[in-house]
């Protein structure tokens, strides 16, 4: 069994910053592949924040670029989201999204449950 938390979200004022961490675990072998963050403001669809490949390549949405920084710790198989400089609209429940390879199958795609982020005006 795979489990993908994620923890760091609350409640923040615009222009400031706040850190997201997401850890993937299983009970055998995992091997963490692409990992990535999405969220899904109150009436609009889940939509990718950004991205980050096992080599570390990474990618963003326009709306984030500049401001937000996605990393990862390989040897915890954590995934993190520095964001800064945030804007009301950024508020949205933040899904960490991560693809597992276990000794059953090479690759699956796993949800986190969300964390709430809310930026003050």
């Known amino acids: 069994q795979v489990q993908v938390v994620e923890s760091g979200g609350g409640l923040v004022q615009a222009g400031g910053s706040l850190r997201l961490s997401c850890a993937a675990s299983?009970?055998?072998?995992?091997?963490?592949?692409?990992m990535a963050w999405y969220r899904q403001a109150p009436g609009k669809q889940r939509e990718l924040v950004a991205r980050i490949t096992s080599g570390g390549t990474t990618n963003y949405d326009d709306s984030v670029k500049g401001r937000f920084t996605i990393s990862r710790d390989n040897a915890q198989n954590t995934v993190y989201l520095q964001m800064s400089s945030v804007k009301p609209e950024d508020t949205a429940v933040y899904y960490c999204?991560?693809?597992?390879?276990?000794?059953?199958?090479?690759?699956?795609?796993?949800w986190g449950q969300g964390t709430q982020v809310t930026v003050s005006p």
């Open positions: 999204n991560a693809d597992v390879g276990t000794a059953l199958r090479y690759s699956q795609t796993y």
């Open positions: 299983g009970s055998g072998f995992i091997r963490i592949n692409t």
